[in-house]
């Protein structure tokens, strides 16, 4: 992470597995906010981790024509590249994020990039690498400048920061302590270096309480990735590498399980929420469930008392329709034994047509009562209550 006065790389790139060789274009866009793949400037014709790396420091060097031009930096270094490629590490589905370090002459353009990229590509760590085991101005300028990029929020959790010092070598080591740079170097003059780089680390940033409280022995490491590269065998190269990744695997195991834990407990809490408005939408909807058939039970109960009454006054009505009728024209009369033997078909019609229109009637009366006004809003209002409910439910 390159840090100072001058200028910086200026592109994010993203490092992911993949099982062929490609590099990938990006742009955030803000509406919707996403990282959006600019198709037709991926790159999959490279056939070998070194035509890789030529393609990469193409599109990761800055530009000679955008030197001293912020307008034409700010669109260069918008664009995010990321590089695919087989790898047993990120195989394992861990992506590595290249930011460019703090520059004076390009801040206002970087940090607005980074916010607008970490919006939409939130990290789950982050790493703060520095050269110089004497902590820089520049780098002391560094740190806050990311931790200020970062989502709103995401900085609270101070545990998800290490610092890596990350040119540190044997014969550096052999020639603080007066050793020949190709004689052996003790392990524990190793360790003792490491704890000098993090007292620096310290003393340089004791002042700054919105940096210090991220610093801890525990997430702080020193590296010599291109001497471990180079002279791999070497006993010193090795112990200073592998301490190094000990403490990096130590440290990505305990954040993501600390996330994780967070998160069951997130999940937990939303989980209780829910379960306490299920209880409560249900009972509303039991509430309207009763009230709702207790209507519909009156209902049933008038409709039944309605027609009864109507079934009394069947005698009343025949005999008041029979008087209305001239016995020659409606009756056969047997005078044999008196009964009455035929009605005509017309009358019987006539009565039953208005014992109709009074059912009818009844029924009618009964679910206009039923549907009156201020039963239809008190139901309403209890679906729409419910509609709402329900609503706020699937949203947590």
Request: with cysteine.
């Amino acid at each position: 992470m390159p840090s100072g006065p001058g200028h910086t790389s200026g592109r994010i790139c993203i490092l992911s597995h993949s099982t062929t060789i490609r590099i990938k274009f990006f742009e955030v866009t803000s509406e919707p906010s996403i990282l959006k793949s600019i198709e037709d400037e991926t790159i999959d014709n490279i056939v070998s981790m070194k035509d890789l790396r030529q393609h990469l420091s193409a599109h990761l060097r800055r530009p000679a024509n955008v030197e001293s031009n912020s307008d034409a930096f700010k669109e260069w270094a918008s664009k995010i590249v990321k590089a695919e490629f087989p790898s047993p590490l990120l195989g394992t589905g861990l992506e590595l994020i290249d930011v460019p370090g703090f520059s004076i002459a390009d801040h206002a353009s970087l940090i607005t990039i980074r916010k607008q990229f970490f919006n939409v590509y939130q990290p789950s760590g982050t790493l703060f690498c520095y050269a110089n085991s004497a902590f820089s101005d520049g780098e002391m300028m560094a740190i806050p400048d990311l931790i200020n990029s970062l989502p709103k929020g995401w900085n609270l959790e101070s545990d998800s920061i290490f610092f890596v010092n990350t040119k540190v070598s044997k014969s550096q080591i052999a020639i603080i302590n007066n050793i020949d740079p190709g004689d052996e170097v003790p392990f524990h003059l190793i360790n003792n270096h490491t704890a000098h780089c993090f007292e620096k680390l310290v003393a340089s940033n004791q002042k700054k309480k919105n940096i210090s409280r991220f610093i801890d022995q525990r997430r702080f490491a020193v590296a010599n990735s291109l001497a471990f590269i180079k002279q791999p065998k070497s006993p010193e190269n090795r112990y200073i590498f592998t301490q190094f990744i000990d403490r990096l695997t130590k440290w990505i195991i305990k954040d993501q399980l600390s996330k994780n834990v967070w998160s069951l407990a997130k999940i937990g809490s939303d989980l209780d929420v829910m379960s306490s408005r299920k209880k409560y939408l249900f009972a509303k909807l039991d509430n309207f469930l009763a009230d709702l058939d207790s209507q519909m039970y009156d209902v049933c109960e008038n409709i039944t008392l309605s027609i009864f009454g109507i079934l009394a006054s069947v005698p009343k009505l025949l005999k008041k329709l029979i008087s209305s009728t001239s016995q020659q024209d409606s009756l056969h009369i047997d005078h044999t034994n008196g009964n009455i033997t035929f009605m005509r078909v017309d009358l019987l019609d006539q009565m039953l047509t208005d014992i109709d229109d009074r059912v009818a009637k009844e029924i009618g009366h009964c679910f206009s009562n039923f549907t009156r006004e201020d039963s239809v809003s008190s139901s309403k209002r209890y679906i729409k209550k419910m509609v709402v409910d329900i609503k706020a439910l699937s949203i947590s």
